[in-house]
Structures are given as C-alpha cells and as structure tokens.
C-alpha cells in the first residue's frame, strides 16, 4: 500500500469538506474493496476520509412501508435486521450471502454501492426495490444513480448517506457465485411492489453493471411464477465473458435465478 | 503518521504508526504478536481474522488507524496453554490443524461463529457455509467441521451446567 | 501424556503451540537491524533487459541497496540447477537453460525477479521497488505446450533447440505395439492434467543474516528439507561453505513440494546480506506465490488401452507432454519421468506398457513436484481410461478393474515396479460396500426425480512412496542419496531427544515420531522431544517429500533406537550380573527375565553417563547415530469411490459422498493418518472442481490471487468416509508404506468418473468447471434428440 493521510470525519459535512481539501481523496466505508485494492497498489488515494463513523449515516429505520438504512450501516447489520426482514426479505437475505462473515462485519451498504463493482450484489435489490440514493446534495433514483461498471453519479465530494427503500409486496434474490471470488456471476432479484407492477435487475451478469430484464417484468407481471422467466434469457452480446463463465453461459445462469428468485419470493 | 490506542487483549496499548498501517501489522510487527498471521493479499484466506469490539473481522482490510479505540482480541487474547478456551481444546481433540498456519484464522472465525449462532446450535451444513472466508490447505476441513461442532456443543453444556 | 505407542490415535504434542499462537514460523523471526527485501520483477512474459535505472529508488527514504542480476553475476553467485539427470531415448542429456537469481539479460515468465531493493521496512522496500525502472524489449512469448514445439516457435533457452527439454521412453514399445495389433478392443482418450499452484497457506519467506567477523551467513526460511537447501546453496549456488551456513526451517505453514525446492528469493537474501551488512527479511506475498512457486502438473497425453476377447487388458500406449515452465526447477525432470510413467501399471497386470515423455520449455512459471507429483498423473491417466474402456465394453468399473487386478507378489511391471505388497480386492470390496456401489441406481432414481444427474465413480490407485533407494535412484539420474538420517540421544536421567532429518510442516512428526520411542521403551511421550529442521542441529537429513517421513526417515530412528536399546541392554546386563539376552525392556524398566531384578531405563542412562561402571572398553554415554537407505520403494494402495449430483440447470457438481479405502501398511497414529487423507482428498477435488492456473496468450497469469484461482472450500467438499486396511510392507522395520499424499492421488478421477457417469459424456476434463459440464451435458441432451 503506498502512503495515504486518514481521517476521520464526524459528521457528513466534515467528510466533504475533508474531501474537498483532498488531493486525490477516497471515501472510506468498510474498506473491504478498497484497502485490498490500495494493497495491491492498483489504488493510490492520497487521503482517505472514513465516514462509517458518522452517527447520521448509521442505522435502520422504518420509512412508512419501506426501510431507510443509513449509509455506514454493515452488511450484518442490514442482514440480521428484525425490520429489514420482516419488510424486504429478500435484501436481508442478500445482504447475508455477501462476501463471507468477517467482511459482512466491515462492509457497508454505502461503500458498496458507491463503488459499483459489477459483480457486488447491492445494485440489484436497489434497482429492483426502486431505491432512492440519499446523498449529501440531493437524492437520486436508483436507475439514475448507477451509471456504468464502476461508475456512479456521484461527484467527487459527494457522499451517500443513506438509501431509501419502499416496501414491497414480494422480494427475493438468487445468485450463483463465482466460485473463487464467491462475487455474484449472475444475481438477479425480484420484486414485486406493493401495487403489483414486478422488477427484476440483474447484478454480476452485464458489461455495464446492473441491468434491468424487461421482458421478465412484463412476462411476471401477468403471470408470477418461475416458468413464466423460463424462456426468457439475456442477450449474451451484452454479457461478460471471462475465464469464471462465456456470455452465454451467464445468459442462461440469468434464467435460472430469475427462476430461483421467483421461486424464493 | 497517526497515535493509535487500542484495548488488546485486554491491556491498553498506543504507538504511532504510518496511517497505511494494516491492524494486522500493528498487531503483529509493532506489538509482536505473531499468532495472527497474513496467507493472501485479498481478504479470501481468513488467517487474519481478529475480534474488533466483539465481531471476527479481517485484520488484513483494516488500517490499525480504523481500531483507534476499539477492544481488539487476537488468539492469544481467548486462551492459553494452561487455560485453553474451548474451541481452542475441540482443535486439539479433534485434530483440527495440521500446519498450524490458518488455525488463528479458523479458531477466532468458529468463536465468532458460535456467538452469533449461540452454543449448540450450529449443524455441519451451516459451519461449512459460516467457513466461506476461511481457507485451510491441509485438513480438507472434515476435522475443522467437527471441532467446532464439538466446541459449539460442548459450550452449549457449560452454559446449562452453570444455569 | 502417557505411554502412547504405535497404533495410538495420540493427541498432537506441538498442538498447543499452534492453537495459542504461538507457532514459530519465519515471517516471525527477527534479526537486530533487520531490513526488508522487496523484488522487481517482469511483467512481460519473455523480454530482454535493455536496462535497470535505480536512481530514483536509490533516493528514497530507508532504501540501502537496489541489487541487480549483473552484481549477483558478478561475485560468482552459481545458476539454479535441476538435479536429477533426464537422458533422451536417443541417449542425449537433458537440455538445461540457465537460471540466474536475479536475471540480467532476458527474462522468460511474468513475475521472473530481476532486481532486489534493500530498505528499513517491507513499505519503504515496496514503494521503492516500484521506482526501479526496468527498460524491457519484449520478445515474441510461447504458452502452449504444444505451440512451443511447433516449428518456428519463439526459441526460450538457446540450449534446447525447439524447446524441447527431451524426449524420453519407457517399456518396451515392440512388445506394446505388438499387443495392440491383436486387441479386441481399443479404448483411446485424450487426457489433460490441468497445471494446479500448490497454495500452501503460509507464503514463503526468508530471513538471512551474515556475520562478517566468522564470515558465517544464518538463513531461517520455509524449507521442506533445509539440509539440502544448505547443500544446494553451498554446493551449486557458491554462497558459502556448508560449515559457514545454518539453515533453519522453523514452524513451516504447509508445502505440498513447493518448499522442496530453493528459490532465487531465499539465495538472494542470502547473498544481500552480506552486500548491505545488514540481515535481510523477505515475505512472499500470495500474487508472488502465484507467480513464482513452482506449479504442478500440466501434462497433455495421449492414451490407448487395449483389451482382449475377455476383457482382459493386453497393452497401455501413452504419449504425453509435460510442460516444465521456463526453468529447470530443482527435481522437475524427474516428475513426468521415473515418479509418472513407472506408475502406469496401476493395480494392473499388464503384460506390454510404452509411454514417450516429451518435456518442453513454455514462458511460464516453472512446474515441478506438488503433492503427489507424477503419480496422480499417471493415476488419472490410466483411472479415466479403466473407467471408460469399462463403459465402452459394459462392463461394471468395478468388475472390470477386479478382473485385471494383479494378485500375486512381488510382482515386476513393465514400468521398472517391483510391487513388494498388497491386496487391492480388499480394498475395493471396502470401498465399494461403504459406498453402497450396489444401492446406487436407486438414488440415482430418487436424484433424477428432484432433478438432478446423479453420477458414481471409482479410482483404484497406486503409488511408490517411501522415496528411495539411493543406488536405484542414482542409476537413474538423480543428483542426490535419497536415505534419511537419526539420532536418538537418551540424556543422563532418562529423557530423549531424537534428531531427525524429515522435516514436520503439518504432519505430527513431533507426536508420531514420538509414539515409536515410547512404544520401544514404556516411556511417557512426555519425556520425548523430536528435534528438526536446523542444519546446526540435526547431522544430515534428505526432507519431507514422496511420503517419506515415516518409511524411510522413522526407519532411520529405528535403527537408531536398536543400537541404543543393544547399548542400554549391555549396561543393564552388566549392572544387574546377568546375560544380556535376559534383559527385556517393559514399562520404562530394564528387567531379567524370570527374577525381580530391574532397573529403570532412567537408572541406565544415568550410568552411561556417569560411566563409573560399564563394561570393559564401552564408551560411556548414551547416543546413536543411524542412516536408512530403502531397499525399495513402498507401494500404498487403494480404492476411492466418488458419487456426485450436477445440477442441469447450472453445471454445477456437488460432491455429496466420498469413500476411501487405503491400504498404507502400519499405521502409527491413526487419527494423523486421517488428517492427511482428508486434506488430499480435498486437494483432488479441488483439481477435478476447482482449480487451474489459467495464462492468457500473452503469458499473463490469469488465475494470480484468491479472486481467480479456486481453492477447494469448507463448503465445496463433503465430509469423507474413510477405511483402512493393513497389508505390511516387507521392506522396512516398521511395515509402513506412507500417506501423504494418497488423498490427492486417488481422488480426481473417481470425482470426473463420477460426473462423466451423471452426464453421459466420457470427453470431460479437469476442472469440471460448471460451464463445461452444463455445455457438454446439454450437447449431449441435443444430440440424441436429433
């Protein structure tokens, strides 16, 4: 790791402003993408601001039919969550299959949506629950917020803070992983809102990022089983391919959690 | 450069360390203990894990910087030759190790397993999956699995035996 | 403790040290004044080094030195050398490239070092490595194995013309081709054996320290043998006589034969400490271990089978290519030679074996010994073409194997073998019922009816271990004796510390080795210290490797203890006025036999060493010295069984039984035995599952972290049903055969028989990646719906 200045932030507008006094600053959440990278020296922040201290981006709460969950709240938390489970089933169980129990311990929801790694798990529930990012200047619908592999909207001093989810009648979420990394090769959840209109996005899968399966949408709306998703597929030309899984083989893995994720909703 | 405290294994320690410091070199290189060791490069290999304010985290992906006031335990911190803690003894027993090497790892990441499940109620199956990030090279973890079976249980009784 | 003997499933004495963090391994030592190595290293897969501009990382803070290949060159630091001499069929010598330390003219893989910074600290060393300016002219870079024999392929070492290392044959090719020519049936396959990276969990590491007043240099590190290490540092690598060096390998994290060997990393440590007069710490970290520890395996063959009217097999015809990377590492010329091809026999009679070996130089990290080394090639080869031969013949894999198995002992195979003993009925029978082989068709049933293709298969296996007999060995090229050395030293009241040149990294030697002590004399293990690993104080030793520890270097202790035992018995008679051949040792007491006169084995040493009254001419105290040579090798055996599940709708395999029935002669520590089992089994699966060093075409190594290489987990693999049975090995003192590395040996072709059984495809091969097995089932579902 090459020598970086940390600090650490005690209140969201004290991160920006540390950020904005930065050379070349990261934000700092878990840290369990980050510091692995910066060990490996593909990353070189200058400064580092960590924000999972700051008491507003902590917690979980309950939002009308929905949940709002502060930026810094860990995988764990969002996973063991009496509240999240009783109203997003399926985000609690996704949060539980992230990573493995000590980074579920680090990581935060806000870190790893900020990041966007195209094979993490979050940008799916956000997408397919129609999640709304708060951030420190504004707030951004899901779909807006996620702009490409690795790419949000987000500016530089910009800092989510916390994530709106709204209720929803049904969710679940399915995902093969790749077996080394145990990162999402295909993870795709479902949700049904509560006025019965289905989403599906898909994480792990697209060459740029998450990705919406409308035809899957149109085909559960009418009928919410798994054989209603089992003829529909991807188009692979839009698909990674890597030495884990061809593009077609993703497309048909896409398919098959579409299925498991109905099936589990 | 940052001054880090930290509660390590029970006694208050502080050194000024570069900010880069990883816990797990703090731990191992300015406090000198080597029973946390460090086996890869990307938070997968597990033999790091340490308990930061309670929970098994990886000491590898974290600066010492992070743990500034936080009680941090090691594998020396939960039992010693003389006064083994129990999953420390289900390894033994169960021959549970061979090198030795991701043993810290395995020992602290079972403890933390066993707390959040609460003693006796882990199955093969839900061990297995709790191990996702911790890798082992020689026992194929048949002997991992039943130690800590065996500890998780064996706790399960203590705790009955003492109500 | 207690009086734990052999058969005891004995508790582990160097446990508590390792499950209270106290092991002792070499990124733990230190050394006053210590600084820290960190190594420049290519990014291109095969360049020239126009240039290396270390001025900058010459400014840095805490940097004492950058070193390059042309200084190491330059004080007459020696190549790194394969030891063991190939000769081609056309009688040629093997052609050796040369391998520098640090290489200061054309690197030939990703990750080869050219250059070594010196600092205070790892971060400082690091941060100035990255500052060393290399300028490389890339050269056109060869991966393939079998594009590198291609004419006009990019030439690696100008002394092997067309990369070709050699071409080397086995058995008799006329009586082979003769077989063939009156088979009944032929079954013929192509089978790959995928390159795996051996992954111990420990990194390997070094610490060396020169003291320039004795001019005598101290190298801890991470050695499977640090008495050959010694050697070959002394000897070849010119860093310093033997009695001017100490090398300790402490607690060691694991090898799997990737500590066998001596790295450029642990010489240059060595020779940098005494250029910047100061001890030198390196710590490999894992994307280096990926880069530079030798890999395994990588053999492409092809095999033909060939069968009688009866089924009965006539002939093995193999050709295989070994890729050995872009070094001669230390015994690489030995594994895809006389450690693979002389297995081929398997449990087999067969009368007329020819195998061609073809090694050949590629732009990639070396390839040499990984647990098992050559035998689960040959296993693989010769498992996967029984299974399918079977299949295409109809008959049962498990009849079929019986009816070619080999009863009567010894028996010489074609392939140099002479198997001593054996009974691999017995252990397919074991196998076989624990499995419930006869109850499958009924889960396979209930699996297809939750959807699943349910799969079994079967791997007989043999190996030779106990490696070797030294005049054997030598008469067929290798470098070194491959005897073991003991001493048993009884201390003045009684206690024991036996030396010993195998070296524990994971084994038990410390209880097991401990076990034969006090099954020989009554005494409490307690009262047993085993002594290892440091060439100051052990006298010579060959290593742990080839599951050699117990056949060959428990051998040695026992011969050792015999001569202790004749001297003990001697005093005894002598302090008690009675023959010698009335003592007998029980319970820790040297008694007369049939009166009440003893002593205790305490009272005995102490006389030896206060010598005020021992038998005319003995000299006094208590220790002796042995050497073991093996007359032979040992053949462990055995059967495993393998039943999967592979999900249609993914590829996925799960591997929801696994059987093992082993046949390892004696068995000292039962419960240590098992740990090796299970962790071999767990290698093999991760070879048949999981596992593989994948290059892109440029020689980028793909696969260079936890991310992308695929190491078995603890949800990846079932927990196993083993069993044993003892048939004794006639030729060494305790009947042992060795257990190490059966597990990794047995297990990959019972895992892809079984998958090959679920999904109707015989053409599988390692890793059954999910993607291949969902692509060759659904092709195969497709092509018989047409």
Redesign the interface.
Known sequence: ??????H?AGSVAEAASLMANADDGKF?GG??TL??T????LAAPSD?V?V?KIADMKGISANGDGVTIGAATTH?EVSTSDLVKQKLPGLASLAGGI?????R??GTMGGSISNNDPAADYPAALVALGATVVTSKRELVAEDFFTGMFETALEEDEIVVAIKFPGAAASAYAK?PN????YAMAGVFVAKASDGSVKVAVTGAGQNGVFRMSAMETALSGNFSPDAVAGIAPDANDLLSD????AA?RA??VT?MAKRAVQKA | MSKVSMVLNGKTVSADVEDRTLLVSFIRDVRGLTGTHVGCDTSQCGACVVHVDGKAVKSCSMLAVQADGAEVVTLEGIGTADSLHPVQAAFREHHGLQCGFCTPGMIMTAVDMINRYGAGNLDETTIRHELEGNICRCTGYHNIVKAIKAASDQMAGMAQAAE | MAVEGIGARALRKEDKRFITGKGRYTDDMTMPGMGHAAFVRSPHAHAKVKGIDASAALEMPGVDAVLTGDQLVGDGIGNLICGWMIHSKDGSPMKMGGWRALEPEIVRHVGQAVAVVVADTQAQARDAADAVIVDYEELPAVIDPLAALESGAPQIHPEAEGNLIYDWEIGDEAATNAAFEKAAHVTRMEIHNNRLVPNAMEPRAALAGYDAAEEHYTLYTTSQNPHVARLVLSAFYNVAPENKLRVIAPDVGGGFGSKIYIYPEEMVCLWASKRVGRPVKWVSDRTEAFLTDAHGRDHRSEAELALDADNKILGLRVKTIANLGAYMSLFSSSVPTYLYATLLSGQYDIPAIHANVKTVYTNTTPVDAYRGAGRPEATYLLERIMETAAREVGLSPAEFRRKNFIRTFPHQTPVIMCYDAGDYDATLDAALKAADYDGFAARKAEAASRGKLRGIGLSCYIEACGIAPSAAVGSLGAGVGLWESAEVRVNPVGSIEVLTGSHSHGQGHETTFAQLISERFGLDTSAVSIVHGDTDKVQFGMGTYGSRSGAVGMSAIVKALDKVEAKAKKIAAHLMEASEGDIQIEGGELKVAGTDKKLTFTEVALAAYTAHNLPEGMEPGLKEGAFYDPTNFTFPAGTYVCEVEVDPDTGKTEVVNFVAADDFGNIINPMIVEGQVHGGITQGIGQALLENASYDENGQLLTASYMDYCMPRADDVPSYSLSTHVTACPGNPLGMKGCGEAGAIGSPPAVINAITDAIGDNSLSMPASPEKVWALYHAGVKQAAE
Do not use: C, F, W
């Open positions: 790791m090459y020598e970086t200045t940390y650490k700092l840290g369990q510091l692995p910066m060990k490996q020296r580092l960590d999972t764990y990573g493995d129990p000590a980074v311990h680090m093969y077996p080394a990394s145990r030495i884990h899984g061809s083989y048909n893995l098959v």
